[in-house]
């Protein structure tokens, strides 16, 4: 427990919700140990660069709440280079690093497990994503704040299709995966969820849109995964359906980014603390290249290379739900 006097924090990829939460858990946890913490400022970027500040209980205070992440986050091709990780490795020893926290998605966790192969540096990392797209937890930090905030803009959606009597394309983030689709489209009660785990097919989402306009449907909310392979892209899948059902009045509304932003919910935040307290502990004990996640409501740790290589599973009992909901 006393090998690691100074550890460093870092936030790396995409922005989430949660990742101060997670940064704010991991200083204070350091502090209860009386154990030194650092800041990294823009991810591997900064590690780079030296750019780092020193962080206490006291300069945390406030950034629950706050979305995004006050560290900055950036991609980094030369941290890519065995030169640039060198720099990277004697930036950190420099200023007396022992460990490093990595919060982020499986590129910075790749990042990370590759610079702990080389140079023997203590690393632990914590899922930072809103695609919840990372093995060996059930929850990524800023997922659920995410489908909080898609729920509530598919309900202002359905407003107006409803009083325009029009068929909305709501596209949603998720990569290759459609855990956003599926649980939000369930959650606002969507007529059909399209997630790439899932060929629905262009004539069943035809016959779809025939059998809900023949049960007095006036209106229809699609919920469209961007990684959906149905159509080329989702103003292709409107054409389409205007094509061969010109009846429906078709919209399309991309959400982009706007799903990363947003004070992050009770539960990321509360998960997020979870997170580095867990991170922290595990590297004080000696414990290195995994990622910590959540697990039947247990905060448990994964190797890097499985959290990494592994792929998380589409919930099929959900699926289910969903094909019900829509009868």
Same mark, same amino acid.
């Given at each position: 427990?006393?090998?690691?006097?100074?550890?460093?924090?870092?936030?790396?990829?995409?922005?989430?919700?949660?990742?101060?939460?997670?940064?704010?858990?991991?200083?204070?946890?350091?502090?209860?140990?009386?154990?030194?913490?650092?800041?990294?400022?823009?991810?591997?970027?900064?590690?780079?660069?030296?750019?780092?500040?020193?962080?206490?209980?006291?300069?945390?205070?406030?950034?629950?709440?706050?979305?995004?992440?006050?560290?900055?986050?950036?991609?980094?091709?030369?941290?890519?280079?065995?030169?640039?990780?060198?720099?990277?490795?004697?930036?950190?020893?420099?200023?007396?690093?022992?460990?490093?926290?990595?919060?982020?998605?499986?590129?910075?966790?790749?990042?990370?497990?590759?610079?702990?192969?080389?140079?023997?540096?203590?690393?632990?990392?914590?899922? %930072?994503?809103?695609?919840?797209? #990372?093995?060996?937890?059930?929850?990524? !930090? =800023?997922? *659920?704040?995410? $489908?909080?905030?898609? @729920?509530?803009?598919?309900?202002?959606?359905?407003?107006?299709?409803?009083?325009?009597?029009?068929?909305?394309?709501?596209?949603?983030?998720?990569?290759?995966?459609?855990?956003?689709?599926?649980?939000?489209?369930? %959650?606002?009660?969507?007529?059909? #969820?399209?997630?790439?785990?899932?060929? !629905? =097919?262009? *004539?069943?989402? $035809?016959?779809?849109? @025939?059998?809900?306009?023949?049960?007095?449907?006036?209106?229809?909310?699609?919920?469209?995964?961007?990684?959906?392979?149905?159509?080329?892209?989702?103003?292709?899948?409107?054409?389409?359906?205007?094509?061969?059902?010109?009846?429906?009045?078709?919209?399309?509304?991309?959400?982009?980014?706007?799903?990363?932003?947003?004070?992050?919910?009770?539960?990321?935040?509360?998960?997020?603390?979870?997170?580095?307290?867990?991170?922290?502990?595990?590297?004080?004990?000696?414990?290195?290249?995994?990622?910590?996640?959540?697990?039947?409501?247990?905060?448990?740790?994964?190797?890097?290379?499985?959290?990494?290589?592994?792929?998380?599973?589409?919930?099929?009992?959900?699926?289910?739900?969903?094909?019900?909901?829509?009868?």
């Amino acid at each position: 427990m006393n090998k690691i006097k100074k550890i460093a924090v870092m936030t790396s990829g995409g922005d989430a919700p949660g990742m101060n939460a997670a940064i704010r858990s991991v200083v204070r946890a350091c502090a209860f140990h009386g154990v030194e913490c650092i800041g990294i400022y823009r991810g591997y970027e900064g590690m780079i660069d030296g750019d780092f500040i020193d962080l206490n209980a006291r300069s945390v205070k406030g950034i629950i709440n706050k979305g995004g992440t006050f560290l900055k986050s950036a991609r980094s091709k030369e941290f890519r280079t065995k030169a640039g990780r060198k720099k990277a490795y004697e930036s950190l020893k420099a200023a007396h690093v022992d460990a490093l926290v990595s919060i982020g998605g499986d590129g910075t966790f790749t990042g990370a497990m590759i610079f702990n192969q080389e140079f023997n540096f203590p690393v632990i990392g914590i899922p %930072g994503t809103i695609d919840n797209d #990372i093995f060996g937890t059930s929850h990524t !930090l =800023g997922y *659920d704040t995410t $489908l909080n905030t898609v @729920v509530d803009v598919i309900d202002k959606i359905r407003d107006t299709a409803s009083s325009h009597n029009r068929l909305f394309f709501v596209e949603v983030m998720g990569r290759d995966v459609g855990h956003i689709a599926l649980n939000v489209g369930v %959650g606002a009660g969507a007529e059909e #969820i399209l997630i790439p785990e899932e060929d !629905l =097919g262009l *004539d069943r989402l $035809l016959e779809s849109l @025939v059998r809900s306009k023949e049960s007095g449907k006036s209106s229809s909310i699609v919920v469209v995964a961007e990684g959906d392979r149905i159509g080329k892209n989702v103003f292709e899948l409107k054409d389409y359906v205007e094509e061969h059902l010109p009846e429906y009045e078709v919209r399309v509304s991309v959400l982009g980014h706007m799903q990363r932003g947003g004070s992050p919910s009770c539960f990321d935040r509360v998960l997020a603390s979870r997170m580095g307290v867990k991170a922290v502990e595990s590297l004080l004990e000696g414990k290195s290249n995994y990622m910590v996640g959540l697990s039947s409501d247990t905060i448990q740790l994964t190797p890097l290379d499985k959290a990494i290589k592994g792929q998380s599973k589409i919930n099929k009992e959900l699926i289910r739900v969903s094909d019900i909901m829509t009868t």
